[in-house]
């Protein structure tokens, strides 16, 4: 039963990118990965497709390299192709532990990906995750777009990053791994990170969840389901954005639209904020925190009238904002990845 539901997760998800794409999968020797390849190998075997596994050394565990040993036996146990890269986790850049690692390894993937022609990557998130996930933002204040946490394909730098087990249980992932554990012998890693309690996620679900779940032990399926409906929100927001956008295009210079600072302020003001958070979103850039954002927008309302619009240069760590004669430009520069705060 649990095998027939992750598998028509693998099936659905794989039927939304091109049929020519070629696949990987992030490898990091877990059980969640590990049974995300284990039956990404059937599905290629069956579509006579061929599959990479992917593997990033961030060398912040002391079992690192034990993990390194176990991936590969599960590669050659697949007959599979394995890609190891090692990696430096940038520390000092502000985005915490979890953060700098997750960057790294994106980094890492996306390099693997380009030079194995490989379009999509799947990654092994599931139910849990996804909950998980909602709670997180939650406690930090994320809006709509932030609830619908992790998309299930989500195309970006020009790849697919495809999560097909969001809808899933553990139990059913786990299930799958200790039927192959049986039959061959080989068994998973465990990241003792994931239950660190000074990593956030860690601690979720060393003090958190326990509590949650005796109270409330149906919230993994309630938080995704509110992730689904604010998916479903984000969206239409989204479309109505880029309608408003359009409206007050002038020019597109380069990549990126080129705005009406005056056919800007006649939108409503919620408007207003709408359209400068899309923008930024189609440029792909960090969207910047609520009390960044709003010194911007004040900013825009406030620099005409003050006859300064030509000085005007609102600059983040991956973009600039500027006004050149009532006309707003947007210059994004190279970024990291977006953070999803998946595990």
Not at 18 to 30: C, D
Not at 128 to 150: C, H, I, K, P, W
Not at 273 to 298: D, F, G, N, S, Y
Not at 330 to 343: H, N, P, Q, S, V
Request: hydrophobic share 45%.
């Amino acid at each position: 039963m649990s095998d027939s539901l992750l598998r028509l997760g693998l099936e659905q998800a794989l039927a939304q990118i091109p049929r020519e794409s070629n696949i990987a999968v992030a490898l990091s020797g877990g059980p969640d990965s590990s049974a995300l390849a284990i039956l990404a190998d059937v599905w290629a075997r069956q579509h006579h497709r061929t599959l990479h596994l992917f593997h990033v050394h961030h060398g912040l565990q002391q079992q690192a390299d034990h993990w390194i040993d176990s991936v590969k036996r599960l590669a050659t146990l697949l007959n599979r192709a394995l890609d190891i890269r090692y990696v430096t986790v940038d520390l000092g850049a502000g985005h915490g532990v979890e953060g700098a690692a997750r960057n790294a390894r994106y980094a890492a993937i996306k390099s693997m990906a380009a030079e194995h022609d490989v379009q999509a990557v799947l990654l092994a998130h599931h139910q849990q995750d996804q909950a998980e996930t909602v709670l997180l933002r939650l406690f930090r204040g994320a809006g709509v777009t932030g609830l619908a946490a992790m998309a299930r394909v989500h195309q970006r730098d020009g790849l697919y990053w495809v999560r097909p087990w969001l809808d899933a249980p553990r139990a059913a992932i786990l299930e799958v791994l200790s039927r192959f554990s049986d039959q061959t012998g080989w068994l998973p890693v465990q990241d003792p990170s994931n239950l660190d309690e000074r990593l956030a996620r860690g601690a979720l679900r060393k003090s958190v969840i326990p509590a949650i779940e005796r109270h409330w032990p149906a919230w993994r399926q309630t938080l995704a389901r509110h992730a689904q409906q604010s998916a479903e929100a984000d969206r239409l927001l989204m479309r109505f954005g880029q309608q408003l956008l359009l409206q007050i295009t002038v020019q597109t210079q380069g990549a990126h639209p080129v705005l009406s600072l005056a056919q800007w302020r006649e939108l409503e003001q919620d408007e207003q904020v709408l359209v400068i958070r899309v923008w930024l979103r189609l440029a792909q850039v960090q969207m910047p925190t609520e009390k960044r954002l709003a010194e911007l927008i004040k900013q825009l309302r406030q620099v005409h009238a003050l006859g300064h619009d030509r000085g005007l240069k609102w600059e983040q760590r991956d973009c600039t904002i500027s006004c050149i004669r009532g006309q707003l430009h947007l210059d994004a520069k190279i970024a990291g990845f977006e953070g999803d705060d998946a595990a």
